[in-house]
């Protein structure tokens, strides 16, 4: 049997876990709120201290959550954090964060509801944010909405480590025009860590960068409302190996849905540094991921083009396979196409870069933009670019693997793809990179099973459980009886907890308060196998000072037997 506990059904939860007769082995996670409490919406908590969180807690996000200026939070690997309506995690400037995942336990931050019942928006998302350069002076973060402003002189700042993290049915609405990204980074330095990170569901852009000097590598943007890969405010970090895949029925209602978008937010070379971003290794798939999805979208959609570069932006894009898009590029701004046109090594690169988009936009004599800029498919298409698919053709083109299903996507290079053989490192924009074979960013000597997705990604978040409640029998565990009780209940000043466990091995014994909040841990050592023990509780805390009168719970935990209960402190 499996049950979701909210903070609400925590106390029910302890009260009625008695275990007797049979071992039985239950996984959870007491619940810790964290923030100003639930339902608060939008209203700011300053954490000003150094804080950890554990994978042995399942912690709720709420409010505008701000680690200030010197503080840090740091994120255990396999923590579970989610979020109430538009709660947030912001690390202002001159704060840290060090979320750690491992691929066997990535960190996930991720809804507050029920599995079956999420949605895009239901809570707000991460930002990241620090003084590295950028084309504003002090900017604010999504629109002011939320406090904190980025940027400065530090193109080395380091806002600290942000690895094998999935974020999940992030995005909520502020107001029109104004949600959060899943990972919004304004301003952070090239000391940062930023790899294996997941955005899923997310109601706006899964990354944006504004401003920034931050490298990134191995990014998933998965079924998001908006843009894949958005960079702004003069952002010039390097990006490779990167996978983007868009919901056909999704897409932004109040503007327009492309793979990426690059935007220099200025008008004129004043605007300096310029939006740089290098990007190699990228799968993108649009909304027609497999052939019959080409001619029959909804009826109605924004979804557009594969990538949309404006406003003096200097994009780069090597070696990276591009499919399933309505539309190729479109390069708007005078600004942009001189960049682009300069000089075969110019400040706007496309090179080795593989397309299979459906159509021609209107106008247009190839899938790419040509009302916006009437030589884009020729600049597209110089011979010395090396790229493909200037004229229209089906996702199948580029040969991968298998689309079909959306929760267990499959595109590796299949035998004979375009893709496999044909990537080219030999441009002074590419220094640093890791050299390889093919385009896209996924090796097709692997299989999905061995790629760097594998372990820590989640492609079916909608029907993941993050603190079942899991009981049975454990065939393997002997038939002694197992107990716990405390005596006297309710008591003043005393209780004693006693228990007995099916195994022999590691006894820990700790008290929560109502909330979950951790007390006291009473207990850990080894204990024997059936022979009842006992410890005593005094009702004070781990620091030596006496607890309120109230409800209190311990748990007992130790191989092959959990068990809880209900304290009634009466003072």
């Known amino acids: 049997m499996s049950h979701r506990f909210k903070k609400a059904t925590w106390a029910a939860f302890l009260f009625g876990a008695a275990i007797a007769a049979q071992a039985s082995a239950y996984t959870f996670k007491p619940e810790v709120v964290i923030g100003p409490g639930l339902d608060t919406g939008r209203t700011p908590y300053h954490q000003n201290w150094n804080r950890t969180l554990s994978?042995?807690?399942?912690?709720?996000?709420?409010?505008l959550y701000y680690v200030d200026s010197t503080y840090s939070i740091t994120i255990e690997p396999g923590t579970i954090i989610q979020g109430d309506t538009a709660a947030t995690l912001i690390i202002a400037r001159g704060a840290k964060i060090h979320?750690?995942?491992?691929?066997s336990d990535p960190i996930v931050f991720t809804s507050r509801k029920a599995p079956g019942t999420r949605a895009r928006g239901d809570w707000g998302g991460v930002i990241l944010l620090g003084d590295a350069p950028c084309n504003k002076v002090d900017p604010l973060i999504e629109g002011g909405i939320i406090g904190g402003t980025y940027g400065g002189s530090n193109a080395a700042h380091d806002v600290g480590e942000f690895t094998y993290v999935r974020i999940e049915y992030s995005g909520y609405r502020f107001q029109l025009n104004n949600e959060v990204n899943g990972l919004t980074m304004g301003g952070i330095g090239s000391g940062s860590t930023i790899h294996h990170v997941q955005v899923s569901y997310c109601f706006d852009d899964a990354f944006e960068w504004f401003g920034g000097t931050a490298d990134a590598s191995y990014l998933v943007s998965y079924g998001t409302t908006d843009d894949e890969f958005d960079t702004d405010f003069g952002f010039s970090g390097k990006i490779q190996f990167a996978f983007g895949m868009k919901d056909p029925n999704i897409w932004d209602p109040t503007g327009e849905t492309n793979g990426f978008e690059s935007d220099n937010d200025g008008t004129g070379s004043g605007d300096?540094?310029?939006?740089?971003p290098t990007f190699s290794n990228v799968t993108l798939v649009g909304p027609a991921r497999i052939d019959t999805m080409c001619?029959?979208?909804p009826t109605g959609n924004k979804h557009q083009y594969a990538a949309l570069i404006r406003r003096w932006s200097h994009h780069k894009l090597f070696?990276?396979?591009?499919?399933?898009?309505r539309w190729g590029f479109s390069i708007r701004d005078q600004g942009t196409i001189d960049c682009a046109t300069g000089t075969p090594d110019s400040c706007m690169v496309v090179r080795c870069v593989s397309l299979a988009a459906c159509e021609n936009p209107s106008g247009s004599a190839s899938v790419h933009d040509e009302s916006r800029w009437a030589g884009v498919t020729a600049w597209y298409n110089a011979s010395w670019f090396n790229n493909t698919g200037?004229?229209?053709?089906?996702?199948s083109a580029l040969g991968l693997t298998d689309l079909s299903d959306f929760n267990n996507p499959n595109p590796v290079p299949a035998t004979g793809s375009?893709?496999?053989g044909s990537a080219c490192f030999g441009h002074p924009y590419l220094d640093g990179f890791e050299v390889v074979t093919y385009r896209g960013a996924f090796d097709p000597a692997l299989p999905m099973s061995q790629q760097w997705t594998a372990g820590w990604t989640n492609f079916d978040p909608q029907n993941t459980d993050y603190n079942p409640c899991v009981a049975g029998i454990d065939d393997a565990v002997p038939g002694k009886?197992?107990?716990?009780?405390?005596?006297?209940?309710?008591?003043n000043p005393t209780t004693t907890i006693s228990f007995s466990i099916p195994r022999a091995g590691l006894v820990n014994v700790d008290v929560y308060d109502a909330a979950g909040n951790h007390v006291r841990k009473l207990h850990e050592a080894n204990e024997p196998a059936g022979a009842t023990s006992a410890v005593t509780w005094d009702g004070k805390n781990d620091t030596g000072r006496s607890c309120p009168s109230g409800v209190y719970f311990y748990r007992i935990t130790a191989p092959e037997f959990t068990d809880s209960g209900k304290m009634v402190m009466l003072k």
């Open 55 to 63: 994978a042995d807690t399942l912690y709720t996000l709420t409010g």
């Open 99 to 103: 979320a750690t995942g491992t691929a």
């Open 272 to 276: 300096v540094p310029f939006t740089s």
């Open 295 to 297: 001619a029959n979208l």
């Open 319 to 325: 070696n990276s396979a591009l499919l399933g898009f």
């Open 390 to 395: 200037s004229a229209a053709r089906l996702p």
């Open 418 to 420: 375009e893709l496999i």
């Open 481 to 491: 009886a197992a107990f716990s009780r405390s005596i006297p209940n309710p008591f």
